[in-house]
Nanobody, 118 residues
Framework: QVQLVESGGGLVQAGASLRLSCTASGRTSSIYAMGWFRQAPGKEREFVARFAWSVGSTNYADGMKGRFTISRDIAKNTVYLQMNSLKPEDTAVYYC???????????WGQGTQVTVSS
């Protein structure tokens, strides 16, 4: 099992920046990828960004790259999401997720609220 704990959410004004953190514990050797998703009120959960742990490559949802940057600290088993120039439409609960080699996104964190005021 892998446990994920997110932190770093909060209430900010439009144009501000936030950095979310997600630290994995447990069977971290089984992690194939870690990523971020978000779910806005009344909307479905959507993919934001992904970091392939062993390969070191990243992927972003359309429209996310540029303002959002995913990075990692291998030694800390932590993935980050740097969010710049935040907009009110970025308001959502942001979830960290991890994939094992055979199962996609089978581990989830509890979520952290990001609220961007106009």
């Amino acid at each position: 099992q892998v446990q994920l704990v997110e932190s770093g959410g909060g209430l900010v004004q439009a144009g501000a920046s936030l950095r979310l953190s997600c630290t994995a514990s447990g069977r971290t050797s089984s992690i194939y990828a870690m990523g971020w998703f978000r779910q806005a009120p009344g909307k479905e959960r959507e993919f934001v960004a992904r970091f392939a742990w062993s390969v070191g490559s990243t992927n972003y949802a359309d429209g996310m790259k540029g303002r959002f940057t995913i990075s990692r600290d291998i030694a800390k088993n932590t993935v980050y999401l740097q969010m710049n120039s935040l907009k009110p439409e970025d308001t959502a609960v942001y979830y960290c997720a991890a994939s094992s080699a055979s199962i996609r996104w089978n581990y989830w964190g509890q979520g952290t609220q990001v609220t961007v005021s106009s």
